[in-house]
């Protein structure tokens, strides 16, 4: 039972990160009907950059004040945003009118493109870093034998609290109307007299800088931060990325549901059946899914698209 | 006039059914260019590789196993259209069924002395180590063609991106379970193991250790006491490459790959017009699959090689991308060169490598943006037009590097991080100067080759063939015309069969 | 200085002339119709006038200001509303934030509620249904759901395409009642359809479209009265 509910705990924390990465992905797939691969690598970015951040701030050796993650955060976010909105003006605003295979193709190249600019050693370089504990790393409580830690509440408490925000912006304000329109039709968008092209800026911002969070989040959880090209990175990604595809991409509440899923069937697995088989749990999922309802499980059952 | 020559598609059909060769006369033709490619694989291997030295003839190796995969890539991705980017799956599969064959196998045959560490090559040229080493790229080719008809199967279902996904899946997958699998048996307890039990024994994570290295780069040469050393791998990947090739231009010019073609440009189009796409992406996926399988069989021999589950994962089916999208999708010369290109280059600029990626990147994305169909489009490099603006191109490209190697190699500012900058965009500019000469120089002898190679072979460009389909149009048309009084057939090819 | 002059307007797609030096004008406070038979030119006429295409050759003023080439956000900011043929509502938004869309650019909120207002007032069973998705709608709710949201962006100039389609005669004439009520608020109509005797029965002016170019124009009664413009668009013999 104390495994049970340990594994259960560890799967939500897991599923946040998912969340907040396959969030990207899905709001990227809303506006311009596209698989963003190179998201993952903003992931990465937010990580490092949360890394690099903290480093200069000179916390990795004095130890941490308690704005530091608040700071980091936001910053990484900011930095992630910049450089999800660059990479939408460079490589897919050409590209708008191009076959979608194009598009796909150039998604890759951006990935490859950040992750190995990423390990050039005036960037972040090839050697794995250790992130500074901008949260002190202790046992919150203990129910029923389960171990809370500070690290993984304030993950979970900082996810929910960014998604009802998102969910807020999405359902709630003209913002939010607007990319949904143009996540309809774009050209009726315009007559309504939306900038779409500015929409779809704003949403790649968005999704880069949740992507951000999950980075940062990510290094905060597990502490040592492999190098940029590493395949952890590509893997983590991915799993993302089967979570917005399982929820259904383009559906905001699915993309969530599909990571917290497949958090939960990585962990069980893990736990259950065999640890070393934990992405292929992962997989399978992905593959049983897209044969029988390629739309995603909540497809069109919970919401509409974005 | 009888009713059947009357209508008018029979008699169409009827002409274009005259027209095609028969079954034997076309084996016999498609032979020819397998037989010279087996001179090309020997001379390669007896007369050339020797006088390039190990290295080199390392480098030839590396070239050939590319062609082949990036080739079998170029079928599903660049014919059908079918975006797969976990080919590298492909190549896992083929290669561990390849090395099971000849690890274990040789095991089995007696090949190896007990307590030996590893399995040595087996056999003198064509010997029966040879022999079993043929074979085991045979069956990887098979097993993974297998896998590819698994794989093709969702394809009938799932379009575009989520199809890129599930072949991704695919690939992961595969290095997964390969992962999770025992390390290798030693020669000495694998000789009581049953072969079900062997192909647990796959090395898991650490990767296959031991398999012979028929694929050597050091040139087989029979001493005086008559004993051969080396081995006769050039041989056998040309001779791979050879029939690669063979059956990417056979299918590119067949009723096949025209279907794949028209699967690929438009597939509610293709259907329309009668094009099974069902069967034409399943038999995209096995080709594809197959000859992946042989590439993966040759790379798993190869000198040097751990066959290693990492090694064959995501990032290496993104290689093989980048080799076709780059060239062109659908061309074959373009993906030749391409695989060819970016192997050498790699391995020439191995002081500026943290920048070859970046670049391959860079390029990808421009190449999209500017030329969405890829550098040669469908086209094959002999059939260009015009000619030369490519090499001009690279000729180009290769001064601007020139400069900016020549001019940030002298300038420094005294800011450690903005000298580093310089000497990045320095080591850039040689690596651009290198690789515009060599892209110059291969996209040069490419062309004349193909040149050649084309005056002899029959004449079935695409350009002929839409010659053809549209004279053939022509025909019905005037076959129609030609039941009225007024109209009289005027072509000349179509007057033989007139009444 | 009419409110909007199109003037040697040509657009292409792709290989297609769908339009060969159009002009016109359309002058402030008039009801203007476009007829034409299908694949005349008509919605790309419009299309061309909101930006959604670009032309090839040709220009277009509104208020006097050259738009041509200004991608479509810009020109509906400067008071046009286009309801495009096959209505384009949102059918993932609700009928509500339908009608918020059409204010998006507004700034002014009592006049948005006014206007709001008053659009419901017109369309009593939109108003019954605004917590709906709009994709739920009926063709014909949809089509009101349409002019509705143009009516709530307050546009100074009106395009509608083809309202009627599609729609049971009993809602043509509504239709046709508000497209007058709305016109005699002030608001400057650019009419197409295929309705024409009742385009030509609510418009001052009228213009005819075959493939791509303009054959008559003139006034819609005087229109209504010439035997070829009956006898082709008319359907009388
Ligand atoms: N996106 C497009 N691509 C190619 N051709 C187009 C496109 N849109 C319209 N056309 C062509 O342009 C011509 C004019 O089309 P348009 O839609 O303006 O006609 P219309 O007068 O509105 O007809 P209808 O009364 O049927 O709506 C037609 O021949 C049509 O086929
Ligand atoms: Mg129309």
Redesign the interface.
């Known amino acids: 039972m104390t495994t049970f509910l340990q594994t259960l705990v560890n799967s939500i924390g897991l599923g946040s990160l998912y969340a907040l990465t396959a969030l990207g992905y899905t709001l990227v797939y809303g506006v311009l009907r596209f698989i963003n691969f190179a998201h993952s690598d903003v992931f990465t970015v937010g990580a490092w950059a949360s890394f690099t951040l903290a480093s200069a701030f000179g916390w990795a050796a004095t130890g941490s004040p308690w704005f530091a993650m608040p700071l980091v955060l936001l910053l990484a976010m900011a930095v992630c945003a910049a450089l999800g909105i660059a990479i939408e003006f460079l490589a897919y605003r050409p590209l708008r009118k191009a076959p979608r295979l194009n598009v796909l193709i150039t998604a890759i190249g951006v990935s490859l493109f950040l992750q190995n600019v990423g390990q050039l050693k005036w960037v972040f370089g090839t050697q794995p870093q250790p992130m500074p504990p901008l949260l002190e790393d202790s046992s919150l409580a203990e129910v029923a034998g389960v171990q809370i830690r500070v690290i993984d509440v304030v993950v979970v408490v900082l996810t929910v609290f960014l998604l009802m925000l998102l969910e807020f912006l999405i359902y709630r304000t003209r913002l939010g109307r607007a990319m949904r329109a143009v996540s309809f039709d774009e050209k009726v968008a315009s007559l309504m007299g939306i900038n779409v092209n500015r929409i779809i800026t704003l949403t790649f911002g968005i999704g880069s800088a949740l992507a951000a969070a999950g980075g940062l989040f990510y290094a905060l959880k597990y502490t040592g931060l492999k190098q940029p090209a590493d395949a952890t990175w590509v893997l983590l990604g991915l799993k993302a990325f089967v979570a917005a595809v399982v929820g259904g991409i383009g559906n905001v509440r699915g993309a969530v549901a599909g990571a917290l899923l497949i958090a939960f069937v990585e962990m069980f697995g893990a736990q259950y059946l065999s640890p070393h088989m934990r992405d292929l749990y992962v997989f399978v999922i992905l593959i049983a899914v897209l044969m029988f309802k390629p739309s995603g499980l909540f497809g069109k059952a919970v919401v509409e698209k974005v | 006039m009888s009713p059947s020559e009357k209508d008018p598609t029979r008699r169409l059909a009827a002409r274009v059914a005259g027209s095609r060769p028969n079954p034997f006369v076309a084996g016999l033709k498609s032979a020819w260019p397998i037989v010279t490619g087996v001179i090309v694989a020997l001379v390669l291997q007896a007369a050339i590789a020797p006088m390039l030295g190990p290295f080199y003839a390392k480098l030839l190796l590396d070239i050939g196993i590319a062609i082949v995969l990036a080739v079998s890539l170029n079928i599903v991705n660049g014919f059908a259209g079918q975006f797969s980017i976990g080919h590298a799956g492909f190549m896992m599969v083929g290669g561990y069924a390849a090395a099971l064959i000849t690890y274990y196998g040789s095991i089995k045959l007696g090949w190896v002395e007990p307590g030996a560490y590893g399995v040595e090559v087996h056999g003198g040229f064509l010997g029966s180590g040879d022999l079993l080493f043929l074979a085991a790229c045979v069956f990887g080719g098979v097993v993974a063609a297998l896998a590819g008809l698994v794989v093709g199967l969702p394809s009938l279902r799932l379009r575009g991106d989520y199809l890129a996904i599930v072949t991704l899946g695919f690939g992961e997958i595969v290095r997964v379970l390969v992962q999770q699998t025992s390390d290798v048996l030693d020669p000495t307890t694998a000789a009581e193991a049953s072969m079900l039990e062997a192909a647990k024994h796959i090395g898991g994570p650490l990767g296959f250790t031991g398999t012979p290295t028929y694929v050597s780069p050091t040139p087989w040469i029979t001493d005086a006491a008559g004993n051969q050393t080396g081995h006769a791998g050039i041989f056998f990947v040309f001779t791979f490459v050879a029939i690669v090739l063979v059956v990417a231009f056979r299918l590119k010019i067949s009723t096949h790959g025209r279907a794949l073609l028209a699967v690929r440009e438009n597939e509610v189009a293709a259907e329309a017009v009668g094009v099974n796409t069902s069967r034409a992406k399943v038999v995209a996926f096995v080709t594809a699959a197959f000859f992946a399988g042989i590439g993966g069989a040759l790379y798993a021999h190869e000198v040097g090689v751990t066959l290693n589950p990492k090694e064959l994962g995501f990032q290496k089916s993104i290689d093989l991308v980048i080799m076709v999208v780059l060239a062109g999708m659908g061309s074959i010369s373009g993906v030749v060169y391409a695989a060819t290109m970016l192997t050498i280059l790699p391995e020439l600029l191995r002081d500026s490598a943290e920048y070859r990626m970046p670049i391959y990147a860079l390029a990808l994305i421009v190449v999209m943006i500017v030329r969405p169909q890829g550098l040669f489009g469908i086209q094959e490099i002999w059939e260009l037009r015009p000619r030369l603006r490519f090499l001009k191109a690279s000729l180009i490209g290769a001064a601007a590097g020139l400069v900016s190697w020549q001019l940030f190699g002298r300038v420094r500012i005294g800011v450690h991080a903005v000298d580093s900058f310089i000497a990045a965009l320095s080591a850039i500019g040689k690596l651009v100067l290198l690789g515009g000469l060599i892209a110059a120089a291969l996209f040069a002898v490419m062309m004349l080759g193909g040149a050649l190679f084309s005056r002899f072979q029959s004449r079935k460009t695409p350009r002929a063939i839409a010659r053809e389909l549209s004279s053939e149009r022509a025909g019905a048309v005037l076959a129609k015309a030609d039941d009225s009084p007024k109209a009289r057939p005027s072509d000349d090819a179509d007057r033989e069969d007139a009444p | 200085m009419a409110l909007l002059e199109v003037s040697g307007l040509d657009v292409h797609y792709g290989g297609i002339h769908a339009l060969k030096g159009v002009t016109f004008s359309v002058e402030q406070g008039q009801v203007v119709t476009l007829i034409g038979a299908n694949g005349a030119g008509k919605t790309t006429t419009l299309r061309a006038i ?3 295409v670009k032309p090839s050759k040709g220009s277009v003023t509104f208020k006097g200001r050259t738009i041509t080439g200004m ?3 810009q020109i ?2 400067l008071g046009l ?2 309801a ?1 043929e096959g209505r ?6 609700t009928v509500d ?1 339908n009608l ?3 204010a ?2 507004r700034r002014d909120p009592a006049g948005v509620a006014k206007d709001t207002r008053h659009a419901l007032e017109l369309f009593p069973r939109i108003a019954e249904r605004l917590h709906q ?1 709009a994709g739920t709608l009926s063709g014909g709710e949809q089509q009101m759901l349409a002019i509705a949201r143009a009516l709530v ?1 307050k546009p100074t100039l009106l395009l509608l395409d083809e309202p009627s389609l599609g729609l049971a005669p009993q809602i043509v004439q509504l239709i046709f009642k508000i497209v007058r009520s709305i016109a005699a608020e002030g608001t400057t109509i650019l009419l197409v359809e295929q309705n024409a005797h009742q385009a030509l029965n609510v418009a001052h002016t009228a213009h005819v479209l075959e493939v791509g170019t303009l054959v008559t124009s003139g006034p819609a009664a005087e229109l209504a009265r010439d035997d070829k413009i009956r006898k082709a668009y008319l359907g009388v013999h």
């Open positions: 909101s930006g959604l991608p479509a956000h509906v900011a509303a286009h495009p384009g509502i949102f059918a993932n938004l934030e918020q869309m059409g998006y650019l998705n962006a």
